[in-house]
């Protein structure tokens, strides 16, 4: 049974490119969810997503920052005109549907921005 | 608003020295408080849930145990590959689905 899948494993971007993380879920699992970790910061709540809805985005930056998990193919995460400051490693977790399950972690991507 | 804390930030334990690391929470109604392990450069690794006060899990070297107000993971006999940070998260009733509020880790050395 393969973990959570997360493409690519590092991204380089310039400032002011955008950026376009992608998440496969666990087989089986219909809830993905999005964590960010700044350098030296714990992991931060970003939002979760069902198939074809946003169920929370309490966590996402307000501005250039945007997530879909369409009936078909992986969950993206986007972030439009990156700056330095989203250099960070970006974590997908995929539970099955009942909400008091494990939440089981992909390697993450990790993003750096020139 | 749901907390964690986790106590030490660091901690360093020769190759068989037993210790605990502390993880204290506050949450609107626990819906689960989890550990998991995370190696440099890679993903959290889960290790265990609890669900309720007095709970305790084990698997190999590593036992967590639940009160109302905080968690322990124990280490016994710790090796080496035992090395990493060592994250403690809670999800609340209160706030939708299931997503986690994670601690800031304790990163464990173990010396051979």
């Known amino acids: 049974n393969a973990g959570v899948m997360q493409n690519p494993r590092h991204l380089v971007r310039r400032r002011g490119q955008e950026a376009r993380l992608r998440c496969s879920p666990m087989k089986g699992h219909s809830h993905v969810y999005w964590y960010r970790q700044l350098p030296e910061e714990g992991l931060k709540f970003m939002v979760y997503l069902q198939k074809e809805n946003i169920i929370d985005e309490s966590g996402m930056p307000k501005e250039r920052f945007s997530a879909e998990f369409p009936k078909e193919g992986p969950s993206i995460l986007r972030i439009q005109q990156v700056v330095r400051g989203d250099s960070a490693a970006y974590f997908c977790?995929?539970?099955?549907?009942?909400?008091?399950?494990?939440?089981?972690f992909g390697p993450g991507t990790r993003l750096t921005v020139l | 608003e749901d907390q964690v804390t986790q106590s030490p930030e660091a901690l360093r334990l020769q190759e068989g020295e037993s210790s605990s690391l502390n993880c204290s929470y506050t949450v609107s109604g626990l819906r689960g408080l989890f550990w998991y392990r995370q190696d440099p450069g890679k993903g959290p690794e889960f290790l265990f849930t609890?669900?309720?006060a007095g709970e305790e899990k084990e698997k190999e070297r590593l036992k967590a145990t639940l009160t109302k107000k905080e968690s322990f993971l124990h280490i016994t006999a710790p090796k080496p590959e035992d090395s990493a940070t060592y994250l403690c998260a809670v999800g609340g009733a209160e706030t939708s689905g299931s997503r986690l509020t994670f601690g800031e880790g304790t990163q464990l050395t173990v010396n051979p």
């Open positions: 977790a995929s539970s099955p549907p009942n909400p008091t399950d494990t939440q089981y």
């Open positions: 609890l669900y309720s």
